[in-house]
Structures are given as C-alpha cells and as structure tokens.
C-alpha cells in the first residue's frame, strides 16, 4: 500500500515570498491533517479535513497560511508571504475517518528554510 | 494550554529494556500514541491505544495522564526520536496534541 505522498521534499525561500506545499493522502482516507514541526519541537496540528471540508484549523495563521482540499483528496498547503518563523518541517497525515484512535499515517514531510 | 511532556533525552545500551515516560495535562484525553520518527522520514505509528498492549517489541503502559514506552532488547538501530501524542477527544475529530520528542541514544 503507497504512503502518504509529500512534495518537493525540500524547499528554501527568501523571506515575503510565497510557498505551496502538496500532499497525496493514502487511498481511501477521508481525513487529512496538515502539522508544523519546529526544529527540536514536537508536530503542532495546522488544519484537518473530513473530505473537503475543514474540520479544525484554530492554529492555523490565516493571516498568511490556507490550505485547500478541493476535491476531498490531494491538499496545498500554502504561505504567503513567508516569514523567518516559518522555517519548519510541515507534515501531512491522512486517517481513514476522524474518530477516536484512528491511526494516522504520516508523509515524509517538506523542509522549509526562510532566509 | 493542554500538553504533553517527555524528556528530551534517553540513553541505553544495547539489549536493554528502555523506558521512556509521558505525560499531559490534556483534560479529556483518551488514547496514547507513540510514534518513531528517524529525521527524514515519516514518523511511524509503534503502538497505541487506553489500556497496556504490545506490538513486538514495544510496550505501552496506561494512566490516566501518563503512558511509557517501553522497548525491548534495545538495538543501535533504535537510535531516533519517539514521540508520545495524546488524542482530546472534547476536540472535533480527535485531534493529537503530540510532546516534544525523546531523543534515544544506544551505546554499544
């Protein structure tokens, strides 16, 4: 069974720019997470589907940060304009549905560098 | 804020049983989680769940506000940073509240 799918793997940016992350979920997941990991920090949830539909993104900076999962499979994640801040690696989950214990299943995440 | 705390770092020899400890202050917590993560990788899922269960060589204890890890036979190859997250269920769709990482370190 293929993983969660992240691209690119890399990417470094001067500071105002914009950045756009994508995400492939597993086949079959209806739930999608995206998380913001801080070097030395443990992954903080940015925003969660249920299809298409956004079910939490109370710590999401929507003054520069959106995410769309238009047709309720692939997901960007974009920045705009990026700060030194924003320097992470953002990794994306997908769970089958959202209810408790439900495994999720983690990409091999984007690194981020804001010079 | 709910969180979740657990050493930053671990050290153990090679055939060992580690253990390492978590806790939260996550009010309607319900399941555990423990993830491995090598950097540059996916983290992945070892064991989970709201009572004691095993997989292989990983052991997860159950508290009300704390789960260990524990790994049997340690190998160098364990070396990497495991990751304990609490699920809130008073969120919508279960959200994972995750610590800051244990960092393990296996000596030969």
């Known amino acids: 069974e293929a993983g969660v799918a992240q691209s690119p793997r890399y990417k470094i940016i001067e500071k105002r720019q914009s950045v756009a992350f994508w995400c492939n979920p597993i086949?079959?997941?209806?739930?999608l997470y995206w998380y913001q990991q801080i070097l030395g920090q443990g992954p903080k949830l940015l925003i969660q589907?249920?299809?298409?539909?956004?079910?939490?993104d109370s710590q999401l900076p929507k003054d520069r940060f959106s995410a769309e999962r238009l047709k309720g499979v692939d997901s960007t994640l974009k920045i705009q304009p990026a700060k030194l801040e924003d320097s992470a690696v953002y990794l994306c989950?997908?769970?089958?549905?959202?209810?408790?214990?439900?495994?999720?299943?983690f990409g091999p995440g984007t690194r981020l560098l804001v010079l | 804020k709910d969180q979740v705390f657990q050493p930053s770092t671990v050290a153990s020899s090679e055939g060992a049983v580690v253990e390492i400890f978590c806790n939260h202050s996550?009010?309607?917590?319900?399941?555990f989680f423990w993830y491995l993560h090598f950097p540059g990788c996916a983290p992945r899922l070892l064991v989970k769940?709201?009572?004691?269960?095993q997989q292989g060589r990983y052991n997860m204890t159950y508290e009300r506000f704390s789960s260990s890890l524990l790994i049997l036979q340690v190998r160098e190859a364990d070396a990497a940073v495991y990751y304990c997250?609490?699920?809130?269920?008073?969120?919508?769709?279960?959200?994972?509240?995750f610590g800051g990482g244990t960092r393990l370190m296996v000596k030969p």
């Open positions: 996550v009010s309607n917590a319900y399941n």
């Open positions: 086949s079959g997941h209806a739930t």
């Open positions: 589907f249920q299809n298409n539909g956004v079910v939490d």
């Open positions: 769940g709201s009572k004691p269960s």
């Open positions: 989950a997908s769970s089958l549905e959202a209810g408790g214990g439900e495994t999720q299943y």
């Open positions: 997250a609490v699920e809130d269920l008073a969120c919508a769709g279960n959200m994972l509240t």
